[in-house]
């Protein structure tokens, strides 16, 4: 795979009770967050003027010239010190890519605009709309043009060049400002107009030669990145819930979840997700193992995601305790190549690059007008 290190990850999972569910009605514009998807099949096209009204710019990083090749930094795994993931403000370093009409893009700045573009163009799907504009090398931001040409490697295993650049926004979800009658047996849900998604969002983005699908990206001057494949390991995933499930003293969990009106004890109440991660530099493995409880209109709820290493001997140790018990772990990727892995977790229409330390650093997201029932 493109001379890249892999993971190999197991996953499994076990309901301990039926969670209840409840609905609220939103109209969100998630800022930062996107998934792999199979690409999407162009449903219509159409084209117009670009408008002059521009909203909901995401904020992204400033991109550097500088492309001297990185060199890997030393690998040390001796220690459970958790050191996180130190991350320049070079997006060549780790961007995410995403899909529009079977056409790969890779993310350069959502506030930053061309001079001029093409004209614009609406494709809409199952999943969403988008509206895609070329622009030239010219009329590109002075610090992005050096990225035409540029060699990146996707998901640690896709090569691609860039290709061209292009104005890209995407939507989700119903327009805002709209009317539609839920009640009906036979509704008839409004469509978003070409203005109305670019009105919405627009974000330069680099036109890639290979069809490599979304997710993530790394420019081939920085060392090869580590990614994730599927292992078993029922063992070590027994260990890691029946430390996680055990009786505490001091237990934080069963105090919060008393506070918020939770009955009985937590564990009781909860979902659990877990997966296991080789490393194949080290052939050390990491347990992840995911503990929630979704709290709507006022409901208590319960999330976590408790990190353990393994052991030769079958046992397991807890190193660190994260928040995000929800999110979907998408891949586990050794970005630095200190041995230790950093997560990109989202759902269907967000990523962010999470380390172990629980800081974010970076995410990308569809934005969403979601009009769902209330509670």
Request: hydrophobic content about 40%; proline content about 5%.
């Amino acid at each position: 795979m493109g001379g890249m290190a892999h993971f190999a990850a197991a996953s499994v999972s076990v309901r301990h009770i039926a969670l209840g569910t409840a609905c609220i009605a939103v109209g969100v514009y998630s800022l930062d967050h996107e998934e792999p998807t199979s690409k999407p099949a162009r449903i219509t096209s159409q084209h117009a003027e670009a408008p002059t009204v521009i909203a909901h710019r995401m904020p992204t990083r400033a991109p550097i010239l500088d492309i001297t090749p990185v060199e890997a930094p030393a690998m040390s795994f001796d220690d459970d010190v958790i050191r996180g993931y130190e991350m320049s403000d070079d997006p060549a370093e780790f961007e995410y890519v995403f899909e529009v009409d079977g056409v790969s893009y890779l993310r350069l700045d959502s506030e930053a605009r061309a001079s001029s573009h093409g004209t614009p163009r609406l494709f809409t799907d199952e999943d969403g709309s988008a509206v895609v504009a070329a622009v030239d090398t010219a009329a590109m931001p002075i610090a992005l043009r050096p990225w035409a040409g540029r060699e990146v490697m996707v998901g640690g295993e896709c090569r691609a060049r860039v290709v061209g650049f292009a104005e890209v926004s995407r939507v989700t979800g119903d327009p805002p400002d709209h009317e539609y009658d839920y009640e009906s047996e036979n509704p008839v849900r409004p469509e978003w107009t070409l203005d109305a998604v670019r009105e919405s969002n627009i974000t330069l983005a680099a036109r890639l030669d290979a069809e490599c699908g979304a997710g993530w990206a790394r420019a081939t001057s920085y060392p090869a990145a580590a990614s994730a494949k599927l292992v078993e390991a029922p063992d070590l995933v027994a260990a890691a819930r029946r430390e996680l499930l055990a009786p505490a003293a001091d237990d934080k969990h069963q105090l919060s979840w008393v506070e918020q009106g939770g009955e009985g004890n937590w564990r009781d109440a909860i979902e659990l997700e877990t997966s296991v991660y080789e490393h194949a530099l080290t052939d050390e493995r990491w347990v992840f193992v995911q503990a929630q409880r979704g709290g709507g209109c006022g409901e208590p709820s319960v999330g976590m995601m408790v990190v353990y290493r393994a052991s030769g001997d079958g046992n397991v140790r807890r190193v660190a305790e994260l928040e995000d018990g929800i999110s979907e772990i998408q891949e586990v990727i050794d970005l630095d190549g200190d041995g230790q892995p950093e997560l990109i977790v989202g759902d269907g229409n967000s990523s962010s690059l999470m380390d172990l330390a629980g800081e974010y650093h970076t995410s990308i997201a569809v934005a969403s007008y979601d009009h769902t029932c209330g509670c």
